[in-house]
């Protein structure tokens, strides 16, 4: 019979039966040429706005880049025109549902190839002036002398129970071969960046197909927050390396056939790591237990009773994870209580969960949508307005991510569970009180975050099977202004690594002052400073503690405490803690604000050592205590 139909002429052979158009394509026939119109229309727009705006930001007024580095400017503008490019060929073959070919390969490397380029050139050498950087620095250390990790810049060098050990672990290498010199570990966060990209592409194919990866990954490694963290050295970027990692391998792990030993402790680890690297990754913890229960089969097997529940390979697998996953992390409690002081779990347990979870609600609420999708708000260090309220747009663009969200969940996807779980814990978790703060803690959401938006717009719009098409243009179109807004974001995070000097005269003064006690001060003085961990490391290991902090000036307000009676709290701890030098910075508005008046009010008890650094431009001030107590 077979042989028979092969021997009709062609004319009188059944026509082939119309393959089903690929649910993330737009059917050619109908809606594609249109959808193609006014793709690159909108594409096109979005380009002539950003234009305007690259040329006319601020940043590049800067007098040093338009005499010495002009070329940034050009180089800037040439990497961001071929990602637009890039972007409106993969957003033309997805949007025509067009499979990849030899020139689509060619392409995605010079995509990769111009974002490996543009975090380069916006690789930033300077050391921030935050205590993070500095504190994982340290933790390396401690972990490499003394075996566990303690907190070696304090005068009592009590154990780090409570701190993230993901990224110091990281950092041994570097430190055993360049000891604290910060610049290789820089380079480590950028090589991270990297693989951010490269995970974020397969990770997105793996759930959306080729063409939407593409779209999505670019977002992603232009985002201007994550360009701004690709050469500081903190957990942002490491922490969204290993959860995109681990999210990849818990898919790889699920799909096989068989249980995978060597894929199973890979993805164990991934996911340790993410916990390792920030608090709030124990989330995955419960994530991916749920996960694969989900998957597990278990109350279909118990229903149709067609296999017992305990031999079918998915509930295995949810077994096997989740031991895992509950032994290492019980085992590593255990481990950091041995070391001494509580762990992370105790410290959760101590805490007022209601009075947690609202307070940072809301500050989640007014700094979320804007964090993701503002592009300026990266520069929020520079200029507070940056910070904007909570307006219709950015509630708007929240409610129809967090639409998305609730579609994944329904489909059972693991970054919707992940998201979930992590979130929680950061509502309940998050002691700081500052929106930027919270800001900050936000950004390893926005791969998630970008792809829930678009999720969120099909949903809404797409409900009805006549609009999915209509839906997944109108995600696209969403796509474009996001890459403009990126990228006139970007502006300033290459502008800034471009100067002719890396710091501001009043902080550059205060590393100076640091590196003057190095060859100055004994180096068992115990020194009272705003920045101590930065202080311990450019003194080369002078021991102090932090005078005054911002959280410590926000629980002073809410609590009533008077200024009298904080300064006669400074006063008894520089006694307890037997301090020999109080150090007075100009970058930082607190020091000047609130522990200068205490040695003006106190002539016997201070005496100034030396002045580092111009007065006019921002100068440091070591003063010597004449020690009272005594």
Same mark, same amino acid.
């Given at each position: 019979?077979?042989?028979?139909?092969?021997?009709?002429?062609?004319?009188?052979?059944?026509?082939?039966?119309?393959?089903?158009?690929?649910?993330?394509?737009?059917?050619?026939?109908?809606?594609?040429?249109?959808?193609? *119109?006014?793709?690159?229309?909108?594409?096109?727009?979005?380009?002539?706005?950003?234009?305007?705006?690259?040329?006319?930001?601020?940043?590049?007024?800067?007098?040093?880049?338009?005499?010495?580095?002009?070329?940034?400017?050009?180089?800037?503008?040439?990497?961001?025109?071929?990602?637009?490019?890039?972007?409106?060929?993969?957003?033309?073959?997805?949007?025509?549902?067009?499979?990849?070919?030899?020139?689509?390969?060619?392409?995605?490397?010079?995509?990769?190839?111009? *974002?490996?380029?543009?975090?380069?050139?916006?690789?930033?050498?300077?050391?921030?002036?935050?205590?993070?950087?500095?504190?994982?620095?340290?933790?390396?250390?401690?972990?490499?002398?003394?075996?566990?990790?303690?907190?070696?810049?304090?005068?009592?060098?009590?154990?780090?129970?409570?701190?993230?050990?993901?990224?110091?672990?990281?950092? *041994?290498?570097? !430190?055993?071969?360049?000891?604290?010199?910060?610049?290789?570990?820089?380079?480590?966060?950028?090589?991270?960046?990297?693989?951010?990209?490269?995970?974020?592409?397969?990770?997105?194919?793996?759930?959306?197909?080729?063409?939407?990866?593409?779209?999505?990954?670019?977002?992603?490694?232009?985002?201007?927050?994550?360009?701004?963290?690709?050469?500081?050295?903190?957990?942002?970027?490491?922490?969204?390396?290993?959860?995109?990692?681990?999210?990849?391998?818990?898919?790889?792990?699920?799909?096989?056939?068989?249980?995978? !030993?060597?894929?199973?402790?890979?993805?164990?680890?991934?996911?340790?790591?993410?916990?390792?690297?920030?608090?709030?990754?124990?989330?995955?913890?419960?994530?991916?237990?749920?996960?694969?229960?989900?998957?597990?089969?278990?109350?279909?097997?118990?229903?149709?009773?067609?296999?017992?529940?305990?031999?079918?390979?998915?509930?295995?697998?949810?077994?096997?994870?989740?031991?895992?996953?509950?032994?290492?992390?019980?085992?590593?409690?255990?481990?950091?209580?041995?070391?001494?002081?509580?762990?992370?779990?105790?410290?959760?347990?101590?805490?007022?969960?209601?009075?947690?979870?609202?307070? @940072?609600?809301?500050?989640?609420?007014?700094?979320?949508?804007?964090?993701?999708?503002?592009?300026?708000?990266?520069?929020?260090?520079?200029?507070?307005?940056?910070?904007?309220?909570? @307006?219709?747009?950015?509630?708007?663009?929240?409610?129809?991510?967090?639409?998305?969200?609730?579609?994944?969940?329904?489909?059972?996807? &693991?970054?919707?569970?992940?998201?979930?779980?992590?979130?929680? &814990? &950061?509502?309940?978790?998050?002691?700081?009180?500052?929106?930027?703060?919270?800001?900050?803690?936000? *950004?390893?959401?926005?791969?998630?975050?970008?792809?829930?938006?678009?999720?969120?717009?099909?949903? &809404?719009?797409?409900?009805?099977?006549?609009?999915?098409?209509?839906?997944?243009?109108?995600?696209?179109?969403?796509?474009?202004?996001?890459?403009? @807004?990126?990228?006139?974001?970007?502006?300033?995070?290459?502008?800034?690594?471009?100067?002719?000097?890396?710091?501001?005269?009043?902080?550059?003064?205060?590393?100076?002052?640091?590196?003057?006690?190095?060859?100055?001060?004994?180096?068992?003085?115990?020194?009272?400073?705003?920045?101590?961990?930065?202080?311990?490391?450019?003194?080369?290991?002078?021991?102090?503690?932090?005078?005054?902090?911002?959280?410590?000036?926000?629980?002073?307000?809410?609590?009533?405490?008077?200024?009298?009676?904080?300064?006669?709290?400074?006063?008894?701890?520089?006694?307890?803690?037997?301090?020999?030098?109080?150090?007075?910075?100009?970058? @930082?508005?607190?020091?000047?604000?609130?522990?200068?008046?205490?040695?003006?009010?106190?002539?016997?008890?201070?005496?100034?050592?030396?002045?580092?650094?111009?007065?006019?431009?921002?100068?440091?001030?070591?003063?010597?205590?004449?020690?009272?107590?005594?």
């Amino acid at each position: 019979m077979e042989k028979q139909k092969r021997k009709q002429p062609i004319a009188q052979r059944p026509a082939p039966k119309k393959q089903a158009t690929p649910a993330t394509a737009i059917k050619p026939d109908t809606f594609s040429k249109s959808g193609i *119109i006014v793709f690159f229309i909108t594409l096109t727009i979005s380009y002539i706005i950003f234009a305007n705006d690259f040329f006319n930001v601020k940043e590049l007024t800067n007098p040093y880049i338009k005499a010495q580095a002009s070329w940034v400017i050009t180089l800037q503008f040439i990497i961001y025109t071929m990602l637009f490019g890039i972007f409106g060929y993969f957003g033309f073959r997805f949007i025509t549902g067009k499979t990849e070919n030899k020139l689509s390969v060619i392409l995605m490397l010079v995509g990769f190839a111009a *974002i490996l380029l543009l975090h380069y050139v916006a690789f930033n050498h300077a050391f921030e002036d935050v205590d993070d950087n500095a504190s994982y620095m340290i933790a390396a250390k401690s972990l490499v002398d003394k075996g566990a990790p303690y907190y070696l810049y304090l005068p009592e060098m009590t154990p780090d129970t409570e701190g993230a050990l993901g990224l110091p672990i990281m950092l *041994i290498p570097f !430190y055993l071969i360049w000891g604290m010199n910060y610049v290789p570990m820089e380079a480590l966060i950028y090589f991270l960046m990297v693989g951010v990209v490269i995970i974020s592409f397969f990770l997105f194919k793996k759930m959306a197909g080729t063409n939407f990866a593409v779209l999505i990954t670019i977002l992603v490694a232009t985002h201007p927050y994550l360009v701004s963290f690709s050469s500081i050295i903190m957990t942002e970027i490491p922490y969204i390396f290993w959860s995109l990692l681990a999210i990849y391998l818990c898919l790889k792990f699920e799909e096989k056939q068989k249980i995978n !030993y060597l894929l199973l402790a890979a993805t164990v680890i991934a996911i340790l790591m993410t916990y390792l690297t920030r608090a709030i990754g124990a989330g995955f913890f419960a994530a991916a237990i749920l996960y694969f229960f989900l998957k597990s089969n278990f109350f279909k097997n118990i229903k149709e009773k067609s296999l017992p529940f305990y031999k079918d390979v998915a509930f295995k697998k949810f077994l096997l994870i989740s031991a895992l996953l509950v032994i290492v992390f019980v085992a590593y409690q255990l481990w950091i209580r041995s070391v001494g002081g509580a762990s992370q779990a105790e410290a959760l347990a101590k805490m007022s969960l209601y009075d947690q979870f609202t307070k @940072n609600l809301g500050l989640v609420w007014d700094v979320f949508s804007q964090n993701i999708f503002c592009g300026k708000l990266a520069r929020v260090s520079v200029n507070p307005d940056y910070l904007q309220p909570v @307006n219709f747009l950015w509630a708007l663009i929240l409610l129809v991510a967090m639409a998305g969200l609730v579609y994944s969940i329904i489909k059972k996807e &693991l970054a919707g569970l992940y998201f979930v779980f992590v979130m929680a &814990l &950061l509502l309940v978790g998050n002691v700081a009180t500052q929106a930027r703060v919270v800001s900050r803690y936000l *950004i390893v959401f926005t791969p998630f975050m970008i792809y829930f938006l678009y999720q969120g717009i099909k949903v &809404l719009i797409g409900l009805p099977d006549k609009k999915k098409q209509i839906a997944q243009l109108a995600g696209i179109l969403v796509f474009c202004f996001l890459l403009g @807004n990126s990228f006139t974001g970007d502006t300033y995070n290459v502008q800034r690594s471009t100067q002719a000097t890396l710091y501001t005269p009043s902080y550059k003064a205060f590393l100076d002052c640091a590196t003057w006690a190095k060859d100055n001060l004994p180096k068992e003085a115990i020194v009272a400073s705003r920045k101590e961990r930065i202080f311990y490391i450019f003194s080369d290991g002078i021991r102090g503690y932090k005078h005054v902090s911002s959280n410590e000036i926000g629980r002073m307000q809410e609590e009533g405490v008077t200024m009298e009676q904080f300064q006669q709290k400074k006063l008894d701890k520089m006694a307890a803690t037997n301090t020999d030098y109080v150090i007075i910075d100009t970058f @930082n508005a607190a020091s000047v604000q609130m522990i200068y008046p205490i040695i003006e009010k106190n002539p016997d008890k201070f005496k100034l050592l030396k002045i580092i650094g111009e007065e006019k431009t921002g100068a440091c001030y070591v003063f010597q205590v004449i020690k009272w107590w005594k």
